[in-house]
């Protein structure tokens, strides 16, 4: 069991690894709305009476980075399916939990490094965190963060069997998340449909924490976003197993 | 000599179409078994529920002594399987795809590594071992996937159109290590193809199946005698028809190949 989780794990870490091209794109839309919204929003922010907006925005940045790549590693099941791949491990004596967990975890490893190398760019552009003692538990919420989002993403894999579908999962899903999760603007004096909608949003509670612990500003508080945390990812893991298992090539 | 596979009465519907309509056959342990049909004729739904892939509508299979839907773990470590499409990962080695592989069935470290550099000179790809498998040929990969199926000593080896779009050289020479296979290790070969000449000379029992139902069995020279033709080709056209099939993409599509046989 602890064999399989292993060797599907440490299969994603090297898939990421050879691939620089998708190191490299997985970073340039978070350093780009890093760029645009924080440098063109900065002023009106401070003007405001709000604080930096660059600070503000890091931990969303953080998030956007997240998501994106723990979907996408979720939803390699797409490509492996149509590559053949999938079966291989489909017809193996071994429990397809496990195989499910080893992806996982691996993607969700793959998205937390990108977490953290975004991290490390915003410290180029001026980003200062509040303690630097809590940038490990941040790391930790990062990685809860993303694997909440990877077992989602194989949860919808399980469902789409094709690239078409990949898309709409994105703008439909994925895209509604990251901009309804606080990570772009406070939560605090928005109109009510917007804050009811991001109060369901589970990418929200990880934006929070992450800007707890960085910045030293939450709206939830972390030990709600820890819980939430948390518990969507154990609802997202049960899910994704169980759709998993199910699978038929 | 014991049968290793034993099908009675198997049947599998998808949406109410019969894809497979109760069909029956044995496979003796050690020999060499050609699985023959047109498309969309049921081989690979067939093979799908002896390899545990697929759950039966009904009736009883037996691989190695198991019941595929009862105990599917013991009877996927009976059997190693080549697909008809590749299912290796093109961004891993050689080496990775075929170590993955041990992991998941469990071949221990010690044993295991032995075993993959015995199996990689076997198909003669020990050179390449660190090679990307996007690097390889078409041919090559076949022969990663036959050294992957038999790197945990199954007792049968189920090849799903082998060797499509293979040149002639590379088809020899498959069949020569599977020959060798046979003979050294008592493995039972379990193989679908389309060419006939290729079932004919190394299959020792042959079925055909068609339109969900196996309709003839024996050896080549049986089904050549009973229908009075040279050639195994001549005999499958003879017995199954000169009308053309639609290549089966999809379950979807599966369904509806079946549908218009049924409607015929």
Known sequence: MLQT?????????????????????????????????????????????????FQFLVPGIIGMAIIFASIFNGMQIIWDRQFGFLKETLVAPVSRIAIMLGRTFGGATVATVQGCIVFALTLLFGFHPYSWALVVP???VMFSIASLF???GITVASFVKDMQGFQLVMNFLVMPMFFLSGALFPLTNIPLLLRALATIDPLSYGVDGIRALLINVSHFGIATDATVLLVMASVFLGLGSYCFTKLEV | MANIIEVEDLKKSFAGMQAVRGISFAVQQGSTFGFLGPNGAGKSTTIKMLTALLRPTSGAILIDGYDPTKEPHAVRRAFGIVFQDPSLDDDLT?????ELHGVLYGVPRGTRYARINEMLKFVELDDRRHSYVREFSGGMKR????ARGLLHHPKIIFLDEPTLGLDPQTRNHMWEYLGRLNEREGITVFFTTHYMDEADRNADTIAIIDHGSIIVSGTGEELKRQTRKDSLEDAFLELTGHDIREESASALEHLRVMRRARGR
């Open chain 2, 143 to 146: 022969r990663l996937e036959i």
């Open chain 1, 138 to 140: 941040a790391i930790i």
């Open chain 2, 94 to 98: 050689a080496w990775e795809n075929m």
């Open chain 1, 5 to 53: 989780i292993y060797i599907m794990w440490l299969r994603e870490l090297k898939k990421f690894w050879r691939s620089p091209s998708r190191i490299i794109g997985a970073l340039g839309q978070p350093i780009l709305f890093l760029l645009a919204l924080g440098y063109g929003f900065g002023s009106m922010f401070q003007a405001a009476g709000q604080g930096s907006y």
């Open chain 1, 150 to 152: 990877s077992a989602l």
